[in-house]
């Protein structure tokens, strides 16, 4: 009984001692010891945050363990958190798992706010994501595009009466951004799939030693810092092996003017000086490799299975659809990037269901 004593008193130093000074915070319902209040998130945290904003306000303070949060649901406080008060609230909690999986947090989602994070963000939006370098990608897209329905035609012929559109949906959003980040698509070398698959997985994963420190040690007994530690052994070798690939390639082909460069490229340019922009370390390079898969997977293909399901849900929106890609095409062998300007249908349905089936329906603390 001594040593379950002295256990609860370090408990209720852990979680009861804290320094409010009878701050005015927003309303809050009761939480519970240790946990807090993570027992009412459920299954489906978005659901469970808009029910409990009906009760508690726009406004409300919950303890994710021993993490206070702030939980706005409203447009007005949104915008005055994002936009009136926006460096206030720039930082993000730290993230023991994208740690470990990022290289210290040094890519541009997990990286605190200060000038590594703005001269990273500059990479990014300048070199990565320009306007210039998007439409560089457009052939990779057009052409995965293309595998894609040409598969599904085959499966369509072929005996099974149905067809997974998700899996389908799911190499095309992995083979594209494999294209564009990495130069090819990397489908059996050292289980890059598999690798970067689990990658995404455990980087959206609870971790409890993020919300109480006190329960850390129960990673390790579940094995779960055992099987991070192999992904990120794991992931580690496959992007030394992509970068290298790429440094003895160019070696080799110093004149490739006219070449569509992928990210590693562009990267391995501006580590050399090559491009303006700061010199940014391997580690640096690497986890902004990783960002391309950690937010463009999972939320391509969750957004195309949603506009299949709910147009498969509602005939007569089909219909008016596949109308408006047969009057682009009676002229034309195939539908291009060119035609979407003139699509007005298509961007309405996929603004619909975005608004019905956001991929990420809360946004990260």
């Not at 012929?157 to 130069?183: E, K, P, Q």
């Amino acid at each position: 009984l001594v040593p379950l004593f002295v256990f609860i008193l370090f408990l209720h130093k852990c979680f009861f001692t804290t320094s409010n000074n009878n701050k005015k915070l927003p309303p809050s319902p009761r939480k519970l010891p240790i946990i807090g209040n993570l027992h009412q998130l459920g299954l489906h945290p978005h659901r469970s945050l808009h029910k409990l904003s009906k009760k508690y306000g726009p406004v409300m303070l919950l303890h994710l363990g021993s993490k206070p949060v702030i939980v706005a649901s409203s447009v007005e406080a949104v915008r005055d958190i994002m936009k009136t008060n926006d460096l206030v609230w720039s930082n993000r909690p730290k993230s023991k798992m994208a740690d470990r999986l990022i290289y210290g947090s040094k890519d541009v989602s997990f990286s605190p706010h200060g000038e590594y994070w703005r001269q990273i963000r500059s990479i990014t939006v300048l070199h990565l994501l320009s306007n210039k370098r998007v439409q560089s990608y457009r052939a990779a897209r057009e052409e995965e595009t293309s595998n894609m329905i040409e598969k599904l035609k085959q499966m369509s012929n072929s005996s099974s009466s149905a067809t997974d559109l998700r899996d389908l949906f799911c190499w095309l959003a992995y083979n594209i951004i494999n294209r564009v980040a990495l130069g090819k698509k990397y489908n059996d070398e050292i289980d890059a799939k598999a690798t970067l698959d689990k990658f995404v997985e455990l980087l959206g994963t609870f971790n409890v030693g993020d919300y109480i420190p006190c329960l850390e040690w129960v990673n390790k007994i579940t094995g779960f810092d055992s099987k991070v530690d192999k992904v990120a052994k794991d992931l580690d070798t496959f992007l030394e092996f992509v970068i290298e690939a790429h440094m003895i390639r160019n070696e080799k082909e110093e004149n490739r003017a006219g070449e569509s460069k992928d990210l590693v490229d562009v990267l391995l340019e501006i580590q050399n000086g090559k491009e303006t922009g700061f010199p940014i370390q391997r580690d640096s390079l690497k986890a902004l490799l990783l960002d391309p898969f950690s937010a463009g997977t999972d939320t391509i293909y969750t957004v195309l299975e949603w506009t299949m399901t709910e147009l498969l849900r509602h005939p007569r929106a089909m219909e008016k659809l596949q109308n408006e890609v047969q009057g682009l095409a009676q002229e034309k062998a195939e539908i291009t990037e060119d035609d979407l300007p003139n699509m007005h249908y298509l961007k309405a349905v996929i603004k619909e269901t975005l608004r019905l089936h956001p991929p990420i329906p809360l946004l990260l603390p």
